[in-house]
């Protein structure tokens, strides 16, 4: 297993191994969008959904984010960046059970390891990862 640099230097991806964890066969692409607040901060997945991808590109619909993302925060291109699914998966290996689910659904991180469907009645659990 490859180690994670926490303390990583502003602006910097955390470095990990990335390793084949995930089969991806749908034909639109594999791409993601990902806030900084899990590839640069070191927070867990907190809330995802899967939207309709975006035509012509490379996308799978899937947006993941920490779940402590102002609007402010997520106004700002920057924060957020294209990666591939397996490599999501790489950082926060709890979403693999819910990547193939159909566009239009949502989850909620509600404990260390768990996430539920986002119904807007749960709360969220933020949590940073650990290697």
């Keep these: 297993m490859g180690l994670f640099n926490l303390f990583n230097k502003k602006g910097e991806f ?3 191994k990335v390793e084949k964890l995930i089969e991806w066969n749908e034909p ?11 590839t640069k901060d070191g927070f867990k997945v907190g809330y ?3 939207e309709q991808p975006d035509e012509g590109m490379p996308d799978s619909g899937w947006r993941f984010m920490a779940g402590n993302e102002d609007d ?6 920057d924060n957020l960046h294209i990666f591939a ?9 709890d979403i693999i059970p819910y990547i193939n689910s159909p566009i239009g659904c949502a989850y909620i991180r509600t404990s260390s390891d768990k996430f539920e469907i986002d119904d807007g009645s749960k709360d969220l659990f933020i949590d940073k990862q650990i290697r």
């Design 14 to 16: 955390i470095k990990i």
């Design 48 to 50: 995802m959904y899967r």
């Design 28 to 38: 639109n692409g594999e791409g993601c969008f990902v806030s900084d607040k899990i």
């Design 72 to 77: 402010e925060y997520m106004n700002n291109p």
């Design 85 to 93: 699914i397996n490599t999501v998966c790489n950082y926060d290996k």
